[in-house]
């Protein structure tokens, strides 16, 4: 047992202090950066201090990088690859706990040794892919027959292509896989005596149960999507199609222009309200999503 002096006390609030002020202090530079007018916020030294010029910079952040549209497109992207990452890291742990099946241990190590391969590791085959995806096609008509076919199709600018490459998550599965070995073996064969079918049993009963586990990956999965960069960069030539995160490159201040941080921060403020938002709704079940089990 830890016997709890005042001096572990005022240690351990001196410590979460620190933390705090470590991990909010870039959140208060934004906001009282956003707020200041260009004099105020080039000035030496930076006041922390909130000024009356927030709404102001933000319209003009607003306009400059058009985010409007770009809004839309990351609220777009984030929302598809969300639903898709749940929806399909839930049936492949469905598949790997419930099926008997001799290699779906197998089946999900090569699922999980794919946490260490980032995005960067996997842009290159995976955006060959997206820019021809008939290319297998033609390659093997080609070698069979010896004919030359001449199809394209690719993904590019569009939201299929930022969304479809990025839809499966070994995070999602290992985080349901872990939740439906809790279940206790008697529910499926409760189940089964029922007549209850995989689907039925799937969305029936194991979808309601795993409520807190969906909407703690939901979180997490619309943070990820919100916040991409690397591939809509590489997906999105047409600035229809632009992104948040391609938006703020035209935020930035010239490198002979007008220091305008005030504006750039307003813009940045502006992209960190939905995933605020999202977080701030579901953090509750996000939290016993990841500690807590329901049965």
Do not use: H
């Not at 779906?104 to 955006?127: D, H, S």
Request: net charge neutral; no cysteine; aromatic share 14%.
């Amino acid at each position: 047992m830890i016997q709890r002096t005042p001096f572990a006390n005022a240690l351990t609030y001196g410590v979460m202090i620190f933390g705090f002020l470590l991990l909010i202090g870039p959140f208060i530079v934004i906001l009282s950066g956003a707020s200041q007018t260009f004099q105020q916020v080039n000035a030496i030294p930076f006041s922390f201090v909130p000024q009356d010029r927030l709404f102001e910079n933000m319209g003009a952040a607003w306009s400059r990088a058009s985010l409007g549209t770009a809004m839309l497109n990351s609220f777009v992207m984030a929302s598809l690859v969300t639903v898709g990452k749940v929806a399909l890291s839930a049936l492949t742990a469905f598949a790997i706990v419930f099926f008997r099946t001799p290699l779906k241990g197998f089946f999900f190590w090569m699922v999980f040794i794919t946490l260490m391969l980032p995005l960067e590791v996997r842009v290159v085959p995976t955006y060959a892919v997206a820019a021809d995806l008939f290319q297998p096609i033609r390659l093997l008509i080609s070698a069979v027959t010896g004919f030359e076919v001449s199809v394209d199709w690719n993904l590019l600018n569009s939201y299929a292509g930022l969304t479809l490459p990025l839809i499966a998550t070994a995070t999602g599965t290992f985080l349901y896989r872990q939740f439906y070995l809790t279940l206790p073996d008697e529910l499926a064969e409760a189940a089964r005596m029922d007549g209850s079918g995989a689907i039925r049993f799937f969305i029936d009963m194991l979808l309601p149960l795993s409520r807190t586990n969906m909407l703690a990956l939901t979180t997490i999965m619309f943070v990820y999507g919100w916040n991409q960069y690397l591939w809509p960069l590489l997906m999105v030539t047409d600035p229809q199609y632009k992104t948040t995160m391609m938006s703020l490159v035209a935020l930035l201040p010239a490198d002979n222009g007008t220091p305008d941080w005030n504006v750039t921060l307003a813009g940045s403020l502006i992209i960190m309200l939905p995933p605020l938002i999202v977080v701030a709704v579901l953090q509750r079940w996000f939290v016993r999503g990841l500690v807590a089990t329901e049965k």
